[in-house]
């Protein structure tokens, strides 16, 4: 294909052309942003220099200035809600709502502010209630997830369920293990009350929302024991290894009793060793060690903290190794000794904690529900020191 040179006459044309186009749109950004009110400039200023008690002064006073400036009511509840003024907030949105001339996109949007606001101040009652108007909007999705939100904290476990199904059915994503966790939690308030049977229609329902809910067949195991059928117990437990071995670190005591209660105790030791062996946790490790203790003696009880020392070097093995290595420690080495483990006890404390791999809380217990985010099911089964060795 040959060079043509009148295309080089095409350069400064489309020059021209862009040029003309950007002082078009810049004469337009001029001219709109004239008519703007000074304040609001202010305002933005100190948003952006994170002066937020300056900004909202700024913006107080455009809109005493210009009521029929919406986006500014916005942007101000907004603020007042983010500095935890919920009653300036509520006053601000109740007032948009309160103009007859609110087209119905803007009516709906502050009405989920209005829901915001409540929600933040703990008024539950009203939140709800202003939630439930915006079904049928844009904002209903939304809306679904704060009555879930809702529901959660009020421990309203039936309506939570319904409220994630509906959220589920609209396309707001799968919602299998947080309805789980919610039959899971109806099954523990029937186990409080007695209630077995009631608590087992639960756990079904739980394990055919969600196969793999471990939460769901630890307390089948406890619901079969609390009806007086260990063997069906302790079937509902070992299902958790098929699930995630790891998870068997928190049933290996239930499996340990179950086992004895059936005169089959060593059995299950065999069991929980394999288990140790494939996936290595320090709350397993405790109870293999007291098992193995009453079972086969110091000796091996010695010889099993000390393989697991080597497999797996942590603090919190290493409390464990000096744990057993005082129980037939020579006199005169025995408050040494005892000093060195006090010290590594000591220490161990802040270590042995899980952690919420969502936002980080550590706790000393277990949880299914994060106290820190409210997530579901984001804690890994084995502490944090352990988590670290390993990655």
Not at 200 to 228: C, F, H, P, Q
Not at 238 to 245: G, K, L, T
Not at 273 to 285: G, V
Not at 293 to 322: I, M
């Amino acid at each position: 294909m040959e060079f043509e040179f009148w295309w080089l006459l095409g350069i400064p044309v489309f020059f021209g052309l862009g040029w003309i186009a950007a002082r078009v749109d810049i004469n337009q950004l001029i001219s709109e942003s004239r008519t703007l009110p000074r304040g609001y400039f202010k305002g933005l200023n100190f948003l952006l220099n994170e002066q937020p008690d300056k900004a909202i002064d700024a913006f107080i006073e455009i809109v005493k200035l210009d009521p029929e400036t919406v986006d500014l009511h916005f942007a101000l509840g907004n603020l007042f809600r983010r500095r935890g003024e919920t009653e300036r907030a509520i006053r601000v949105h109740q007032n948009l709502l309160a103009r007859p001339d609110l087209p119905a996109e803007h009516k709906a949007h502050a009405q989920y502010e209005l829901g915001q606001d409540y929600l933040k101040a703990g008024l539950l009652d009203r939140a709800e209630e202003t939630f439930h108007l915006l079904n049928d909007t844009q904002y209903g999705a939304q809306a679904g997830r704060a009555l879930l939100e809702i529901y959660q904290r009020e421990k309203e476990w039936a309506r939570a369920i319904k409220a994630a199904e509906t959220l589920q059915a609209s396309g707001a994503g799968g919602r299998q293990k947080e309805i789980a966790q919610f039959y899971c939690e109806l099954a523990e308030d029937e186990l409080v009350h007695t209630n077995p049977d009631a608590a087992m229609n639960m756990l079904e329902k739980a394990l055919a929302t969600d196969r793999k809910s471990v939460r769901a067949n630890i307390l089948l195991g406890d619901v079969y024991l609390a009806k007086g059928d260990v063997e069906a117990a302790l079937l509902a437990w070992r299902r958790v290894e098929h699930q995630s071995v790891p998870h068997a670190a928190l049933v290996a005591q239930r499996l340990l009793d179950g086992y004895q209660a059936v005169g089959r105790l060593k059995e299950g030791l065999n069991l929980l060793r394999a288990y140790q062996a494939e996936a290595p946790s320090i709350d397993l490790l405790e109870v293999v060690f007291k098992a193995v203790l009453e079972l086969e003696g110091v000796e091996a009880a010695n010889q099993l903290v000390s393989d697991e020392l080597r497999r797996t070097p942590t603090l919190l093995g290493l409390d464990k190794f000096l744990e057993a290595r005082l129980i037939n420690a020579p006199p005169e080495i025995r408050p040494e000794l005892s000093v060195v483990k006090t010290l590594v006890h000591s220490y161990t404390q802040k270590l042995a904690r899980y952690q919420c791999t969502h936002c980080g809380f550590k706790a000393r217990q277990f949880y299914w529900h994060c106290p820190g985010c409210n997530h579901w099911e984001t804690y890994p089964p084995r502490r944090t020191e352990e988590l670290n060795v390993m990655n």
